[in-house]
């Protein structure tokens, strides 16, 4: 019972990484990367599909992408849905293919993203702590019950704060990967 608590807690924050993790894809450096445009779904058919998934993206630079569709008829839904999006960035279609230039960020821009990852590191950190919580308030659960002795309660209390500390290390250390990598110019 008292694994099944710390594998939970464990899947939790599992699942608080890998959030950060794509939320942190979304945020936009002044490099061109095929996550960036992850979130565009292009009107296929009636049906809206990722973009990834109607045409071939590649980078053919740093700063600039190149979207080939499987089809040319679609070449018009794609620069549409480019538009819609809240990326900024202005598609040129030539008639085969669209190229997107991603434009250089500003100094404020850049501060601006990087209290943006602060936020959103901040917010992993919430749930890892939260999942911390919920796990010892079960460890404590089973201590009342007298499923467990006192000291099964300290171990299982100083694994779960040891697991937390770990995942708040990965955190802090994707954050500021990522902060770094806007701050680059």
């Known amino acids: 019972m008292i694994q099944n608590v710390k594998k939970s807690a464990q899947d939790k924050m599992e699942k608080a990484l890998k959030a950060l993790s794509d939320d942190l894809k979304k ?3 002044g490099r061109a990367q ?3 445009l992850d979130n565009i779904r292009v009107n296929y058919y009636g049906t809206p599909s990722p973009l990834s998934q109607v045409a071939s993206i590649s980078t053919p630079d740093a700063k ?6 499987w089809e040319a ?3 018009k839904e794609i620069e549409q849905s480019i538009v819609k999006s809240d990326l900024g960035l202005a ?4 008639g085969k293919v669209i190229r997107l230039r991603v434009p250089d960020l500003t100094e404020e821009r850049r501060k601006e993203l990087a ?3 602060k936020k959103i590191a901040e917010d992993s950190r919430v749930a ?3 999942s911390r919580r919920d796990a010892n308030d079960e460890v404590k659960k089973a201590l009342k019950e007298k499923s467990i002795s006192e000291d099964e309660n300290k171990k299982m209390e100083a694994e779960i704060q040891k697991m937390t500390d770990e995942y708040i290390k990965k955190i802090d ?8 990598s806007i701050m680059t110019i």
């Open 27 to 29: 945020v936009r450096t």
């Open 34 to 36: 095929a996550s960036m």
């Open 64 to 69: 600039s992408f190149l979207i080939a569709p």
């Open 73 to 75: 008829s679609i070449l």
């Open 91 to 94: 598609p040129m279609n030539d």
């Open 115 to 117: 209290k943006q990852v």
């Open 128 to 130: 890892v702590r939260m």
């Open 173 to 180: 250390a994707m954050a500021e990967e990522k902060e770094k």
